[in-house]
Every structure is written in C-alpha cells, then in structure tokens.
C-alpha cells in the first residue's frame, strides 16, 4: 500500500536519516521505533508530503503510495492524497474553537454526509463521547491533555482514512485508556503507521516493527 524506497533526509547539512527501505501492507499496523530525536515525525512528515512546508530540507527516494510517488506530486493531487492518508500529529494540534467545530470544519472541508452522526461515531471510538456530550460547544481548548488527545484522534478517524499515521497517540492517556485505544485500533482493520515509545503497546498492536 505504501512503499518506501531509498529515502534519505537531510535539514541543512545535517542528514536525518539514509537510505530507508520501509514497506506498509494494507490494513495491518505496522510501528516506528527509535530513540527521541533520531527522525521519526520527521518520517510522517515526508509521507504526507507536509514537509514542502519546512526550510532547507533535502529529501531523496521515493515514497510509493499505491505506486505514485507522492514527492513527485503537485500540490493539487496531494490535496488528495491527505484526505486518505492521515496525520496525528504528537502534540494536539486543536484549532481555537469549539469542540464540536473541531471536528465538523474538517468534516465540512471534505463535505461528509451525515456529519453529526459520523462526529458522534467518531467521538464514541475514542471513548470521549460520554464524557464531552454536554459540552459540544465549549473551547476544545478547555480540554485536558488526554482529551485532546482523543479529540484529534477522532478528528483522523472521521475522515475514514485509507493509512492512519499516529505519532505518539496515547502519551497523555493513562494505562487502562490507551489499552483501549489500542483495542479499538486493533479492531479497525485499517493500514495504520504508528510511533511509540511504549514497548508493550507495540507488542500489543503487531509484530511489524522498524527501527530507526
Ligand atoms: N524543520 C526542521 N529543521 C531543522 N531540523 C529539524 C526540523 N525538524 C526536525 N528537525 C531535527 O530533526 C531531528 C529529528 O526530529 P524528529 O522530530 O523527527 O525526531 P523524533 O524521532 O520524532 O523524536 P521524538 O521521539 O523526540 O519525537 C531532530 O534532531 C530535530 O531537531
Ligand atoms: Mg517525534
């Protein structure tokens, strides 16, 4: 589903990471380890092509998606290719509005059917739906880290992504919440990339691991 080739990244003269060779199999999960700071966001970054955003980078190889090669995609078809290939990005990236309108911008963006109902599906998947349903309309700022956290979660799922990319998505939950979202992501049948730094949460989610 997603083949990544000889990639090589380089910020400045600084080189990130050589020659990478990663190969993602639809619907199976498939996870990033490595030490802080050796490349993993910026990985996701190259995947979904945001990194046409950052300064001075370098970027060789090919990242195979369905056999396009998305560095070699104009900025319209990438447009695209971000519907179906979705980032959750390591720190919450909530937008100053409410709750409710965290999820329903995107969703009118990509003009969705039935949106409520699918916010409601999506906020239930996350296990925030109990929770928040009295206050759809207040600041998702108001939210705690872990909230947020689920938030922008349910955010990626509404949007029924073909690859999920998760970067850390459960460093603010506690045991039993993340052993949950790992349950539910199990359970979701969906190409899925995910970084972590929990040991037991990758084993619990598959045996498909790069290192780097
Ligand atoms: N836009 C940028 N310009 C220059 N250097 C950058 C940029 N973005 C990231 N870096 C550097 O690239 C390296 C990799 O960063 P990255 O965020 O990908 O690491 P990481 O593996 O995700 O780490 P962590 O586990 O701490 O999240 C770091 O040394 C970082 O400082
Ligand atoms: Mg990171």
Redesign the pocket.
């Known amino acids: 589903m997603l083949k990544i080739e000889n990639l090589s990244l380089s910020?400045g003269n600084k080189q990130?990471f050589k020659n990478l060779n990663i190969d993602i199999k639809k619907d199976e999960i498939t996870a990033i380890v490595?030490p802080?700071?050796?490349?993993?966001?910026?990985l996701f970054l190259c995947i979904n092509q945001m990194i046409r955003y950052?300064?001075s980078y370098t970027l060789s190889g090919k990242i195979l998606y369905d056999g396009i090669d998305l560095i070699k995609e104009n900025e319209n078809s990438l447009t695209k290719y971000r519907k179906e290939i979705v980032y959750v990005s390591?720190q919450p990236d909530i937008l100053p509005m409410s709750i409710y309108e965290n999820l329903a911008f995107i969703g009118r963006i990509h003009k969705l059917k039935e949106l409520d109902k699918k916010i409601i599906e999506a906020l239930k998947k996350v296990f925030l739906y109990e929770e928040i349903r009295d206050r759809l309309d207040l600041e998702a700022s108001s939210l705690s880290g872990g909230q947020q956290q689920r938030l922008i979660l349910a955010r990626a799922l509404l949007l029924n992504p073909k690859v999920l990319l998760l970067d850390e998505p459960t460093a603010s939950l506690n045991e039993e919440l993340a052993l949950k979202i790992e349950d539910m992501l199990k359970e979701e049948k969906r190409t899925i990339v995910i970084i972590s730094h929990f040991r037991n949460q990758i084993d619990n989610l598959t045996n498909k691991i790069y290192k780097l």
């Open positions: 910020f990130i490595g802080s700071g050796i490349g993993k966001s910026s950052e300064k390591q």
